[in-house]
């Protein structure tokens, strides 16, 4: 089991920036590739980003790309989502999530949320205009 807690949401204006953390805990968190998903009121869940279990395959969902950065730090056990230039349309709960990395994390493998096997609680993000 991994279990999974984020943090750092918040209400922010537009154009604000946060940060947000997801701490893991259970097995080897280097063994996961971790991806970032939102989910507004009414819509689908989305794919913001994702994190190859080495750091070095990254992949954005296109409304975040250029505005958004995923990171890991592996010491620590934690991923990080800073967002920056926030948008209205960024309100959403925000969840991170973890997929056991087995072979190379393709697109797919990123952005197919049945593929992830443990989910946080989410936080709540709200971008006033």
């Known amino acids: 089991q991994v279990q999974l807690v984020e943090s750092g949401g918040g209400l922010v204006q537009a154009g604000g920036s946060l940060r947000l953390s997801c701490a893991a805990s259970?097995?080897?968190?280097?063994?996961?590739?971790m991806g970032w998903f939102r989910q507004a009121p009414g819509k689908e869940r989305e794919f913001v980003a994702g994190?190859?279990?080495?750091?070095?395959?990254?992949y954005y969902g296109d409304s975040v790309k250029g505005r958004f950065t995923i990171s890991r730090v592996d010491e620590k056990n934690t991923v990080y989502l800073q967002m920056n230039s926030l948008k209205p349309e960024d309100t959403a709960v925000y969840y991170c999530?973890?997929?056991?990395?087995?072979?190379?994390?393709?697109?797919?493998?990123?952005?197919?949320?049945?593929?992830?096997?443990?989910w946080g609680q989410g936080t709540q993000v709200t971008v006033s205009s």
């Open positions: 999530a973890a997929q056991l990395q087995i072979q190379k994390y393709t697109v797919v493998a990123a952005t197919t949320s049945t593929l992830y096997e443990y």
């Open positions: 259970g097995r080897t968190f280097s063994n996961y590739a």
């Open positions: 994190i190859d279990k080495n750091g070095g395959i990254i």
